[in-house]
């Protein structure tokens, strides 16, 4: 089974590869655009972990806990990436490829203006704290509009 942690490391990975800085906030919403891709492509997850609608943006709560000690810092890994199925590491190169070379605040603000994002924070401000959850089926119909335009 796929998880968050593997795609996070695929990902990372690649930006080591492509010369990208990644942090823990731009982690995030690259991870929150894998799995919305892949819905809206798909229609299935690509792991099961949920995404919160914390004040800068969705967010996985355990991959965020793990990588806060790099606070703003590039989170640098020497693991070997892991193997995908063709279909999946396709759709993450796309992805990288697309969403890597976006500072980090400016993808977050992206996901502000994405209804997936917006529905689950039910007009909570952003300067309030919100760990209400993603809902899949925003995320899968909004990237199922998208990848159909």
């Given amino acids: 089974m796929t998880t968050a942690q593997h795609v996070a490391d695929f990902l990372l990975a690649l930006a080591d590869e492509r010369g990208e800085e990644v942090n ?4 995030q ?3 929150y655009y894998a799995q919305a891709w892949h819905l809206g492509r798909h229609g299935v997850p690509l792991f099961p972990e949920k995404f919160q609608a914390w004040s800068t943006g969705p967010v996985i709560p355990a991959l965020y806990w793990k990588y806060k000690p790099f606070s703003i810092r590039h989170i640098a890994t020497h693991a070997e990436p892991p193997v995908f199925d063709p279909a999946a ?7 990288a490829g ?3 070379a976006i500072d980090e605040y400016d993808l977050a603000s992206l996901t502000y203006r994405e209804s997936p994002f917006q529905n689950a924070r039910g007009g909570v401000d952003l300067s309030e704290p919100c760990e209400a959850e993603l809902s899949e089926t925003d995320m899968r119909e909004q990237f199922r509009q998208l990848a159909a335009a």
């Fill in 24 to 27: 823990n906030l731009k982690l």
């Fill in 29 to 31: 919403k690259l991870l």
């Fill in 89 to 95: 590491a396709l759709l993450l190169r796309e992805v």
């Fill in 98 to 100: 697309e969403y890597l």
